[in-house]
């Protein structure tokens, strides 16, 4: 609470204070301090800046307000002081005297008379509008209410959106200081007028055409009835007329409870804040209900002028800090005038502001800023037209505001907003989700400061993402999703194989079929004459062979050669539309390096934008869709459109969905089984361990492009890494990357290469063990074996040596290289001379051996080879 104590009293002519804490019985000159005979100003008219006149307050132009009428100068009236004898006027000073007094009568008498031939002009052209004219009550108004987006249990609130914040509450509610602080600031008569006041209407004329202070003089009623008839803001006397017409009707119509009730829900207040229902809200974050005679005075204070003038945290440069208590003590003054504020209550509030809340940011506006704000702010709307059919003019209206807020084009579109948006969001897993990927959480807290980590959770049997996190400020950058301008989609690596894997076993090949993963290896297009050269596995020149093994020992190995080999076989147009069938809903293409979605697009075409480098994710997507790719798998191949809007209401009634949600078998059943058998012996790193019940996962890794001759940057570095994992219940993904750079250098806290299975695979495990804490495990089917066993393109498999059929002498036998996993190691490249290469090594069996997690090739492997045989092969 701000303290000004030293403003009990104020300046006027003469040197004097005013004391406000006199009696006023006393006598002339007694609440004014000595010196002073005069009166203090008086009329129903607020005072711009003050009560309690000041030094300033004579010479003071404040700026145009609407509402009530300002006093501007005044002078002081009765006897003057008596400084000693006076010589008596003579006759003719005296006739003089006269004639000017007869003159100053006449000339008002003919203002007065011209007023009121105005008044009756005006209440002749207008007057017929008394019989006809209805005057619209505010729940026939269209009024636009704020929408309200909540969490999956309906009731924690996410945000809001909207631009007009209202809140309706009863009149008989409404605390009675509140009532009589609008009246005391606004109207003193209105208990006792006829909707108009006539005396106010001349002096403020008078005043006027005299070359006073403008004034306005209009009544609480007159001034909701310019607000109904959506004409407040018209300076001219032909608006002055009408509402005088309308007030009038208003007046017989109404009881004078009603009428105040109507204004108190609809008058602007500032801050975006319609009403004192919303008032409370924006200026001191509680029910109005709750208010006291401080705050009450206070928020009466604001009507005036509601661009801030009179608040003390608005970054207006038009008022001063002199302005905002001069407003709030001439309030608590005409409160005490009228007899509507206790002495105590008054003595209490008088040198004390009432705290007001520091942001004027739009209260109907909120939770941008939040984790949640990507989905608030950004999905919801989109859904919300597509699903519901609900327009942004639904949601908001088309008024138009000013920069601080105040509507200056009414909103005409009947039952605008008020629509309550529960989202699928469930509040607990978000929370999870954010721990677990924000910087500051309980696994990023230790990496390099240049990382960020992505996640999104969906649910695969009904389509609703739990959790999503694309950073800590939802008005930034999503690393989570795509939206143009202002996403991040990111190159998964492989990753993306497990649309690659259900590509060619919905073709008929078996994940027992053997396909050449030699490396490097030509294809057309990709010999080492052509400007990419041969396509190359991670860990060239360390073992990264395998001709003879198996699809499953491939994928789990990741080993990109039969990967090409699939699309080169099946075509990239066909792995393109498995994946769209399954959930991913556009890429980044290398041709112009623009996201291209693949609604409406000929996917049979869509070569020219991805080629056979699809089969190992060289092209950038978004966590959203590699979560619901997913959970395609973990559903049994049916694939529910992935959602954020769980219901809409509207005044408590459900609003019908204008199409349903999609649902399709985009993948066979005994296809998905056996996709999911491969996937599920598959593991984070060795260090972070795998998931405490069954689980399918796949790892990627994208390495720099160096292209460009970036300072620093070396073949081999790694850029983006990424993990998706799934059990039946909950399908989720995690990427961990560079911040800022797309491009930029990943490495460890040790500063060694970051790979997918790591620092990914740990966020992705840390928010599946708390999400999934007391739900039932669930197993997944078995695995079918569909497909042709001799569907690949492996060459005749040599004669195995015995010794390599143990597999921890295979591990340290040479001439075992061909027979079982092959070797990993971090480090490797994939393809030196494709910008972008996928480097999905880091095997989580090549964990730390010592305190940095560095160690010798062998004596790894041969740890590996153990760990093999514990938990079955994994990848990074």
Not at 770 to 797: H, I, M, R, S, Y
Request: one cysteine or more; hydrophobic letters at 35%.
């Amino acid at each position: 609470m701000a303290d000004h104590s030293d403003r009990g009293s104020a300046r006027v002519p003469g040197g004097n204070y005013y004391d406000p804490h006199a009696q006023d019985a006393s006598g002339p000159g007694s609440a004014w301090g000595t010196g002073y005979d005069g009166e203090p100003p008086t009329g129903r008219a607020s005072v711009p800046g003050a009560s309690a006149p000041t030094p300033d307050d004579y010479n003071y132009e404040p700026p145009t307000v609407t509402g009530r009428a300002s006093v501007g100068k005044h002078e002081a009236k009765g006897r003057a002081s008596v400084t000693g004898p006076r010589a008596k006027p003579t006759d003719a000073e005296l006739a003089e005297r006269k004639k000017r007094l007869k003159k100053k009568r006449r000339i008002r008498r003919w203002a007065i008379f011209g007023c009121v031939v105005l008044m009756m002009a005006g209440a002749a052209v207008f007057g017929i509008s008394y019989f006809w004219a209805d005057v619209p009550l505010p729940d026939k108004l269209e009024l636009t209410a704020a929408n309200s987006i909540k969490f999956a249990n309906g009731k924690d609130d996410m945000a809001g959106l909207g631009h007009e914040f209202r809140v309706n509450v009863p009149f008989a509610e409404i605390p009675q200081s509140v009532k009589d602080a609008v009246i005391a600031a606004e109207d003193q008569s209105f208990k006792t007028n006829s909707g108009v006041d006539f005396k106010g209407v001349v002096r403020a004329f008078w005043n006027n055409v005299t070359g006073g202070e403008q004034q306005g003089a209009s009544t609480i009623t007159q001034q909701y009835a310019g607000i109904a008839a959506n004409f407040r803001d018209e300076g001219t006397y032909g608006r002055k007329a009408r509402e005088a017409v309308m007030a009038m009707k208003l007046d017989d119509e109404y009881t004078k409870d009603e009428i105040l009730g109507f204004y108190l829900d609809v008058v602007y207040m500032g801050r975006s804040a319609y009403g004192v229902g919303a008032a409370s809200q924006a200026f001191f974050q509680t029910d109005v209900r709750k208010l006291d005679y401080d705050q009450a005075a206070f928020l009466a204070g604001q009507i005036k002028s509601p661009d801030g003038f009179y608040d003390p945290a608005h970054p207006s440069d038009t008022g001063t800090e002199q302005d905002v208590w001069d407003r709030y003590h001439y309030v608590l003054d005409q409160m005490k005038k009228m007899g509507t504020i206790p002495q105590d209550k008054y003595d209490a509030a008088y040198n004390t502001l009432p705290e007001t809340a520091k942001s004027t940011a739009n209260p109907a506006n909120f939770g941008e800023d939040a984790t949640t704000g990507f989905i608030s702010h950004r999905k919801v709307e989109g859904e919300l037209f597509d699903r519901y059919g609900i327009t942004k003019e639904m949601l908001y209206g088309n008024a138009e505001f000013d920069e601080n807020g105040k509507v200056t084009k009414r909103n005409d579109i009947a039952n605008a907003g008020g629509y309550t948006i529960v989202t699928t969001i469930d509040k607990e897993m978000q929370e999870y989700a954010v721990k677990a990927a924000t910087k500051k959480g309980e696994v990023m807290n230790d990496e390099p400061k240049n990382l960020a980590a992505a996640l999104v959770a969906v649910d695969p049997k009904t389509g609703e993402v739990k959790a999503y996190y694309g950073g800590d400020d939802g008005s930034g950058i999503d690393k989570a999703g795509y939206e143009p301008e202002r996403s991040y989609q990111h190159p998964m690596g492989s990753s993306f194989k497990i649309f690659t894997l259900t590509t060619a076993v919905m073709n008929g090949v078996s994940v027992e079929s053997r396909w050449d993963g030699s490396s490097p290896r030509e294809f057309p297009g990709r010999s080492k004459n052509d400007p990419a050269g041969p396509v190359r596995n991670s860990g060239e020149g360390r073992g990264a062979q395998c001709p003879h093994c198996t699809l499953e020992q491939e994928v789990i190995q990741s080993l990109n050669t039969p990967m090409y080999a699939i699309a080169e076989k099946y075509g990239s147009e066909a792995i393109i539309k498995q994946a769209a069938l399954m959930g991913v809903t556009g890429m980044v293409s290398n041709v112009d390096g623009k996201w291209h979605s693949f609604a409406g697009m000929d996917l049979n075409d869509s070569r020219q934008f991805w080629d056979r480098e699809v089969s190992f994710g060289q092209y950038g997507s978004t966590v959203q869709d590699l979560a619901a790719g997913a959970a395609t798998l973990a559903n049994n191949g049916e694939h529910v459109e992935t959602h954020f809007v769980a219901k809409v209401l509207k005044n408590g009634e459900e609003v019908k969905e204008t199409r349903e949600l999609k649902k399709v078998q985009a993948v066979d059943p005994s296809a998905a089984a056996d996709v999911t058998s491969v996937l599920a012996k598959i593991f984070p790193a060795q260090a972070v361990g795998p998931l405490s019940r069954p689980a399918a996962s796949k790892t990627g890794t994208w390495e720099r492009d160096c292209n460009n001759n970036i300072p620093g940057c070396v073949d081999g570095q790694n850029s983006n890494t990424s993990y998706v994992g799934y059990v039946p219940q909950l399908s989720t993904a995690v990427w961990v990357g560079d911040e800022k750079d797309p491009n930029g250098k990943a490495t460890d806290k040790w500063g060694s290469p970051l790979y997918g299975a790591s620092t990914a695979g740990a966020v992705w495990k840390n928010f599946m063990e708390k999400a999934l804490k007391g739900t039932k495990v669930e197993n997944f089917p078995p695995k079918v074996g569909v497909g042709d066993v001799n569907a690949g393109d492996a060459k005749q498999e040599p004669e195995k040596d015995k010794d390599c059929e143990d597999p921890i002498l295979a591990a340290i036998n040479p001439k075992c290289k061909d027979h079982g996993r092959g070797h990993d190691e971090p480090g490797g490249n994939d393809d030196t001379t494709d910008p972008g290469n996928d480097d999905d090594n880091g095997h989580p069996n090549l964990a730390p051996v010592d305190d940095r997690g560095v160690g010798s090739f062998t004596a790894t492997f041969r740890y590996d080879a153990i760990y093999q045989r514990e938990y079955a092969l994994s990848d990074n």
